[in-house]
């Protein structure tokens, strides 16, 4: 998790190099191990360097090779580092050093703009090459790691946070209302926007060439839908899923320091730590040390411990129990304050880390199971499926077992209503669909905005367009797609990797390996998941090394129930009363009081609809503190609930 900070004057007037500096002071947590900031006229590249492999010791920061002059700052990881280096002798281009940073710029020698594409890993850089006086950035497919920039008037920022670039006075504060009412009903329409006019995020599977001629944003890589993956078996899927699995987790293995990995007692997170287990037990790993924590529920739907210590029996190693909490107020005022951006989620925040990790200095890596529900997970649509095969009785089937069930496809309540949104409505052709939307009234968005907000973003407009997706061979396959290219999941894995750096870690998440995403993108839906059984290959490769109970577990722990007791922990309906983004006219005030007093009574009374709103609730509440601090200036928002809290203690 090291960092980035350029700045290139393509108007060729010299680069600010203080700009730069303070760019990269400004994210101490990334520079753990040294920083370095190099300058050349128009350039100034600077680097944090956290070191978390063992090839990154000899790294420079950044990273010059005097020969060409080209220079590299760089945020990631190579895992297909033994082929590449092979492939890059064998064609003249020598790598000496074996790190990461070489191999990338080396690629870049070898095959120039199609380099990214070659590179399996997580990855965000920026390439000076003087030669061309072009400034190459790239992201990986995923968007695993961060990458913003600015592209002003003769100069172009960039960097690993977007913090960073409000170090150059040039860059002023303007709030994005698109993209603000876009976070408010938690569809973003887009991977680039972010909630600052200006400021744009690098699109994941995407390049930028930056130039006196401009900024040019390409895509490189994509999936291909008309790849197919077919077996006669069920066990010959497992096992070619196991071994790009254990491939995926065994790369995520290569540290410096000790692993630490969630372990919450579900299918992803224990698949990983197992599978973690025997390859060091095979002896196919070496790592310092390995440890695994989770957040401790005693009842409700989080309470999992039954399942870690299944785990833990099977595979006995340290673990550690975290009480669960909400972080308070202060520290969510603390973090919009330093990152510029929105609060932690609750459910990345269900517990106080910094007594386990806030001193720690022998971890360097942290895995999560982030990926397993977004491939494997069940999709509603696959009704569409079933009736466009005109399969009538798996449809009934299929209704019938998944109207309760909570371990894939989402339960719904009605069966009507189930068939039209989710089997017919897709099959409809667009032109039918357009006159459908014209002769309903247009829905409100969600409740939360208000009606003036919504009209003058066209939130309705956006949130209708629908993104061009690749024909696929099923309405399921589309929807694995539609998670890929989603701007929601672009801004989750941003979160998550902020969360991360704060403890001086990088994130890496085996089941977002590119060769991971290709395999369940190629093969059948269901292999993905059948009626009452999501994940289901995973289930079949696991047979043997996850414990039985874990392996055939037909639920998994709800986070929303996390939004519900932070709104309630941290001032309950007296959040809502007195609102600047009611105000500024983002938000329906009385609307929101009346969804909080709805949402609290069904919580209280264990009516599962709370769950309709709550997460909306939770995005009033952050985009309340980030127009607090960022742009009203007000060092305490919420006096009224701090003062509240006080008093009754």
């Known amino acids: 998790m090291s960092g980035i900070a350029v700045l290139y004057q393509w108007d060729g007037a010299p680069a600010d190099r203080s700009t730069v500096e303070r760019m990269i002071a400004i994210v101490p947590y990334r520079s753990v191990d040294g920083f370095g900031v190099w300058g050349n006229g128009p350039v100034a590249i600077g680097h944090a360097k956290l070191q978390t492999t063992p090839e990154a010791s000899a790294e420079t920061s950044p990273f010059v090779d005097e020969t060409s002059g080209l220079v590299l700052s760089m945020d990631g990881r190579v895992d297909n580092r033994d082929e590449l280096t092979a492939e890059l002798n064998s064609r003249g281009h ?65 960097a690993s946070e977007l913090h960073q670039l409000f170090q150059d006075p040039r860059i002023v504060r303007r ?33 930028l060439s930056v130039s006196a001629r401009g900024v040019e944003s390409r895509r490189y890589y994509d999936l291909d839908p008309s790849r197919e993956i077919t077996y006669r078996t069920d066990e010959e899927y497992g096992s070619h899923f196991l071994s790009l699995f254990k491939e995926a987790v065994r790369c995520r293995l290569r540290s410096n320091k000790g692993v630490a990995s969630d372990l919450s007692g579900g299918l992803d997170s224990g698949s990983i730590v197992c599978l973690t287990e025997q390859l060091r037990r095979d002896g196919e790993v070496h790592v310092p040390s390995f440890e695994t924590f ?33 972080a308070p107020l202060t520290e969510l005022i603390r973090q919009v304050a330093h990152y510029l951006d929105l609060p932690d989620y609750p459910n990345s925040a269900l517990a106080d880390y910094a007594p386990l990790l806030g001193k720690r200095n022998d971890l360097g890596v942290r895995l999560t199971g982030v990926g397993g529900d977004e491939w494997l997970s069940g999709t509603s649509l696959v009704y569409a499926d079933l009736i466009r095969q005109l399969r009538i009785a798996a449809l009934l089937e299929t209704l019938r077992i998944n109207r309760n069930f909570s371990g894939g496809y989402p339960a719904h309540p009605g069966y ?4 039209w949104r989710y089997g017919v409505w897709p099959l409809l052709p667009e032109s039918l669909k357009s006159v459908i939307d014209r002769w309903r009234s247009p829905p409100q968005p969600t409740a939360t905005v208000s009606r003036a907000f919504a009209a003058r973003t066209r939130l309705s407009e956006r949130l209708s367009t629908r993104l061009p997706l690749p024909r696929c061979r099923s309405f399921a ?28 870690l990088e994130g890496r998440q085996p089941l977002l390996d590119r060769r991971v995403l290709e395999f369940a993108f190629a093969i059948p839906d269901n292999q993905r998941f059948r009626p009452g059984v999501s994940k289901f290959v995973m289930r079949e490769a696991m047979r043997g090394i996850l414990p ?44 929101v009081l009346s969804l909080y007093r709805s949402m ?22 952050a985009v309340e503190l980030w127009l607090d601090v960022v742009f009203l200036g007000i060092s305490d928002p919420l006096k009224h609930v701090t003062e509240a809290e006080q008093a009754a203690l």
């Open 94 to 158: 020598r790598v000496r050093t074996g790190t990461d940073a070489e191999i990338v710029l080396r690629a870049w020698q070898c095959w120039g703009t199609e380099a990214p594409a070659r590179l399996i890993g997580d990855f965000a850089l920026a390439l000076w090459d003087p030669s061309k006086r072009t400034l190459f950035c790239a992201r990986d497919p995923l968007g695993v790691k961060s990458f913003y920039y600015f592209s002003g008037p003769g100069f172009f920022l960039c």
């Open 175 to 207: 709030p994005n209302e698109p993209a603000i009412a876009d976070i408010l009903v938690r569809m973003p329409a887009n991977r680039q926007e972010t909630l600052f006019e200006g400021i744009v995020r690098l699109e994941p599977a995407h390049y």
């Open 294 to 326: 989770s957040v401790r529920f005693e009842t409700g739907p989080g309470a999992e411990a039954e399942y870690v210590e299944e785990v833990l029996r099977k595979y006995p190693h340290r673990h550690t129990y975290l009480p669960s909490g909400v």
């Open 416 to 419: 009507a209503r189930t068939l």
């Open 477 to 504: 396959q589309q929807a694995v797609y539609g998670v890929y290219s989603s701007g929601f999941l672009a801004y989750a894995l941003e979160i998550d990797a902020r969360w991360t750096a704060r403890f001086r």
């Open 548 to 591: 039985e109970r874990v392996r055939l577990r037909p639920d998994k722990a709800d986070p929303t129930e996390a939004y519900a007791t932070a709104l309630i922990a941290l001032g309950g309906e007296r959040l809502f009363d007195r609102l600047n983004v009611v105000e500024n006219g983002w938000v329906d005030g009385e609307a």
């Open 600 to 621: 609290a009574a069904k919580f209280s009374r264990g009516d599962p609809s709370y769950m309709k709103n709550v997460c909306d609730l939770w995005m009033v509440l």
